[in-house]
């Protein structure tokens, strides 16, 4: 069992930086992959990115990759989102969850969820 608690959203306006921690209890975090999601009001949730279990590997949807970083720091059972060049579209409530698969990109494939986050970016 893996609880994850987010936590670092909050406003910016567009072009700014927000790093958000994903923060995961219990000894076992190391044998998961991470992945991080958002949800826009009135749309699906979508996945946004992926951390293997060592933190070797990531994997990034094309609408974020070269702004977003996701890292992990298994010592401190935590999982990073840094998101850079920030554009209104990417509010979202993020969310991080895990998964003991590598690489799944569908909700239904990540087996804990957090609570989520609220990212508010504005023009």
């Known amino acids: 069992q893996v609880q994850l608690v987010e936590s670092g959203g909050g406003s910016v306006q567009a072009g700014g930086s927000l790093r958000l921690s994903c923060a995961a209890s219990g000894r076992t975090f190391s044998r998961y992959a991470m992945g991080w999601f958002r949800q826009a009001p009135g749309k699906e949730r979508e996945f946004v990115g992926a951390?293997?279990?060592?933190?070797?590997?990531?994997y990034y949807v094309g609408s974020v990759k070269g702004r977003f970083t996701i890292s992990r720091d298994n010592a401190k059972n935590t999982v990073y989102l840094q998101m850079n060049s920030l554009k209104p579209e990417d509010t979202a409530v993020y969310y991080c969850?895990?998964?003991?698969?590598?690489?799944?990109?569908?909700?239904?494939?990540?087996?804990?969820w957090g609570q989520g986050t609220q990212v508010t970016v504005s023009s």
């Open positions: 951390i293997d279990w060592s933190g070797g590997v990531t």
């Open positions: 969850a895990a998964a003991f698969k590598w690489l799944v990109l569908t909700t239904e494939s990540y087996e804990y």
